[in-house]
Structure formats: C-alpha cells, structure tokens
C-alpha cells in the first residue's frame, strides 16, 4: 500500500514526506479564498470524514476549515480514548493525529490502534525527528513535522481517502468476484454433472463411460486379465413409450437402472464368483440401452451368471402408472482384448452382440462374433435397397389358401409378401421385413400390402368366385405408427370389399401386448366390422392371457405344435387343447403347416375348423391361386360361403 501511495503521490506531484518543512499557511479569509480547490469533477458522492486529533490551537483553526476545501466533515477528538471510539464506530475516511501532547503509554496505545486498522489512512503530526520515527515504526500512512502546510496536508489527505475508497471499493469487489467465482464454479459443477450424468437414471453418459472404460482397459490390460462389456436393449420399449408416453416409458427406465444396479452389487454376484469377477461401471448410451463393465475376465463363460441374473430380473413386471407391464431384454456381450482394445471398438462391438440377440427373438445374450459385422453391412445395404423397392414396384404378393377340414373347401387367402430384386432376386422374407419394422419402412409398405390384397379379393368377387376372407398380417409399427384404422377404412371404401371378408393378423411375439394404444387401435379395428386373427399362437410368454384380454375372432396355431403330430404326443395334447379352448371362446382355429394325411386327420379328430400348408399349396401368385380355386370348385354351382364369423 505503501508503494502504491508514493506512486499516486509522486504522479499528482506531491512532497515526499521527507520533504522539507513548509512554512506556515496564511492565515485570515484572503488565504482560505486563494487556496486551490480540488477538480469538482473529481469531488465524491459519498460522504467523507476526516478525524483531527490535536489540541494545537492553530491546528484546530485551520485544520478544519482547509480540509473542508477537500469536502471533508471534519470531527475532533481531544483524548485518545475518543480517538479510539472513532476509529470503531465512524464511517472515517482518513486520521490526522498530532502525537506531541499525548503521554508515552497514550502514543503506544494510539499506534497500536493503527495498526489495527492497516487500512485507514492514518498522516501522524510530528514536532521531532523521534515523533517522526516512532510514527513510520507505527505503521502510519505518513508522517509530517512542523511547519504544516495545510494545503498540502488537505491534498494529501484527499488523496489518502481516495486511495482508501478505492481499496474498499476493490476489497468490496474482490468479495463479490469471489462469491461470483465460487457460484460459477458449482455452477459448472452442475453442468459438468448433468453433461456427464444421465438426468433420469443418474448413471453415467455415453462419453463419461467412454472415459471410464479406457482407463479400465489400461488398468486390466497392463494387470494380464480382461475385462467384458454387456449391453442391455428394452425389448418392445418402443411400444410401452407409445402406449403409456414418454413419462411411462422414463419409468420404465429408472426401474431398470435401479434392477441392473441391484445386480451388480447383488451377494448371489458380488460373492458367488469364485473368479474375483468386478463390476466396475455402469452406464446409459441413450434411450433404453444400458452397458455395465465387468473387471478381471478371463473367459467368455465368466459373466454367464450375471447376464442370467439380468435377464431374470429384466423380465419381471414393472410398474406403470399402478399397472404392471412386461418387458424383456436383450442382452450383447464383448470381451476385451480378445474383441479389441479400445472403448469404441467393444462398444461398437457390444451393440452388434445386442442386435444379434433382438433377432434371435429377444430375452437371451450373446457374444460378439466378427461376423456381426457383415450382417450388420448387408442389413444397411437392405435398408437402403427397401427405401427405393416401393416406387420402383419390386414387391409383389402370393397367396396361401386356407382350407375347410371338413371338405376340403378354400374358404380364404394368406397374403404374403414377397421382394424381387432385380440385381439380388429374391430376397428371403426373414431377411427384409425384421428390418422394414426395425426402420419403420413396415408402415408404407404394410399399407401397400393392403391395398393390393384387397384389391385383388375385389377382382375375385367380381369374376364371381365364392366370398373368401383375405388375410393380411400387421406389424407392430403399422399398429402404432402408421394411422392403421383410418388406412383399413379408406381401403375398404376405396376397393369396395366388405369388412367381414378383411382378416388381420396380429403376431402374438410382435404385436399383442397390453397396453392402452394397442387395446384402443384394436377397439377401433374391430368396430370398421374386419376379423382379428392371432398368428404364431403357444410361442408367446402369455398366450392364455392374450385370449382372454383381446376380442379375437381366429386363433392361429403355430406350426411348431403341428410338426410333430400325430407322432408327438405332446404336442397333439397341447395342439387339441388349443382348439377346444378356442372354441370354448367362440373363436374359429386355423392349423399352420399341415404337410401329410395323418395331419390333417389329428386335426379332424380335434374338431379343428381350417387348415394351411403345403399338403395343399405353397403361397402362390395370383394366378396361380384362381386355379387351385377352379379346381376345388370344380362340379359345384355355389361355392361355400364364409364361415366362422360371429
């Protein structure tokens, strides 16, 4: 400070306070009127205080009246103890103080009361040469002897308390840049939180799990042991979120953050591993992916138990607004470094493992394998070459009849679809439609679908062939995204075919769930007057409760029960119960795959009502199926009507 204030006095061309002694100041109306004033633009607002503190009769005269030309109220105090009581209670400015008539133990005590005080500017008024070292040993701000030059002493003391407003100014301003630094500094706290915290589940984002998993890999690459990443997929998330909302689906989410973080630090996990297994992280990539990293891996069969555990608890119900909804997962898992050694590479590679499980039907794991990569290339390529199918007319559509038990009669159609590439040929249904419904491509191409087979049923009444129902098979996407009701009602007044002869089926795997958008889409379905038919039924987790919560008309059963039969015992009881249960519902039973007589002879002991497969016909083009039509009409005048409607 003291440095400071010889640079501002030396800049404004002040004394020094060694200089010599200046002669006394005129005294009388005349001098006080001469004496230059201060700028007036540089006057303070605030009030300003000057404590003088003497008893020298000249002193007190002119003291007061130069140092109001400086606009400072000047308060005078004879004792040191009143000295003492300005310094704790007045707003001052700057002191003044003329130690020549205190005592000895007076001085001490009025020094020390400087010194605490190192701020205020403190000029000491000195009559000797040992006032004057006392003073500078006291800490003052500077030291005067007589003869005073109260000009100099006002402007002094002007510059003194604008350096000290300025240093309160600055202490002042220090503080609140210290609170604002403090308040930024949790500010960014909270946005280096949130940016690396996923908000819902409060588990760590893609790019801080990234981070992680790097130094893992380091840490477990350099100890000589390995380290697995498992990624977990919410099977059918994508329905529970358009069924119940986005505020159904963040339930969903934070429940399943909460079960994975149970596993993880779960005793059956933790302290049944007899390999030191590790649980090291976990993790959100976005949506419903999930990833966890699991330290000292040294085989693939390592983390079986706790990818079970997972699964296991991944397909009890969660809870959604008071109902319980059920939803698997899909599991992938990589090893590292038998899988690779950077954290993009496993992370690319577990959510390869992941899809591979999804196709596999979902609620099972599995590993990695180089080849993922391929099919991952031609699934794009698929992508791409199905975009352009639609409007360049590379669909088509076959028929598969369905047939009466009872004589043998085609009393309808399977529309299937099939894709004629003209670069690939044919390209097998199970490699392109997952795909079209994964991409949502399902919507127009399922619409088209539509449209053409009822078409095509509009061109059969109209050549006069007997009523028949067309059936057309509808993915979930069409269900959710793609308006389905108001598609079906525009066809069918477009086309002109009656909506009792319309047939849609509904995958028990793919599109039966309870859930308030799927129960309404169907309400409304089934109020245009089409038939509703579950296909694939017995190869869902809840076949029964299916039947009895949705308004059905066909139940489907799946060839998987038929193949065995008649030889299969089993799967004859199971088959058999099917029908009479359906029947026992009002609902007609169609068998799928029936390929030999002994079949079709089950299935007239079971009392089943229809049948399709290839004991019959392949799906065949439309040519094709008008003459198997001719051929089992052939010799009768009418052909049978629809059966099986309500």
Known sequence: MSQLLQRVARAIGLAKTDEAPQPDVPTGPRAIEEAPAPPAASKPQARRVALLASNEAAALKWGP?????????????????????????????????????????????????????????VILLCSSEREVREGLDSGATDVVRRPYDWRVLGRRADVFARAYETEVELDLTRTKLEEAWKEAEHKAELLEHRASTDSLTSLPQRHTFEKTLTRALDAHLRAGSGIALIHMDIDRFKSINDSYGRSGGNQVLVQAAQRLTECVRSPDFVAGQGNGLVAASLGSLGGDEFVMMVGNVHRPDDVNPLAEMVLDTMSKPFSVEGNEVFASASLGITIAPADGTSAERLLQNVELATIESKRSGGSVYRFYNPSFNQLTKKNLELDRLLRKSLECHEFSLSYQPLVRVTDGQIVGAEALLRWNHPEFGRVPPLDFIPVAEETGLMVPIGAWVLRTACEELRSWIDAGYPRMRMSVNVALCQLLRGGLTEIVEGILSDVDVPPELLELELSERGVLQDSPEILRQLSNLRSLGVRLSVDDFGTGNSAVAYLKGFDLDVLKIDRSYIRGVPENKDDAAIASAMVAMAHQLNMTVVAEGIEREEQLEALRSWNCDEFQGFMVSPPVPSEEFRELINARLSGLPDGPEIEGTR
């Open 65 to 121: 009246k130069w140092l109001a030309r400086f606009d400072f109220d000047v308060e005078q105090v004879a004792s040191c103890d009143e000295m003492m009581t300005y310094l704790d209670t007045r707003p001052l400015k700057v002191a003044l103080i003329d130690i020549n008539w205190w005592s000895t133990a007076e001085s001490s005590a009025a020094f020390a009361g400087v010194n605490d005080r190192p701020a205020l500017p």
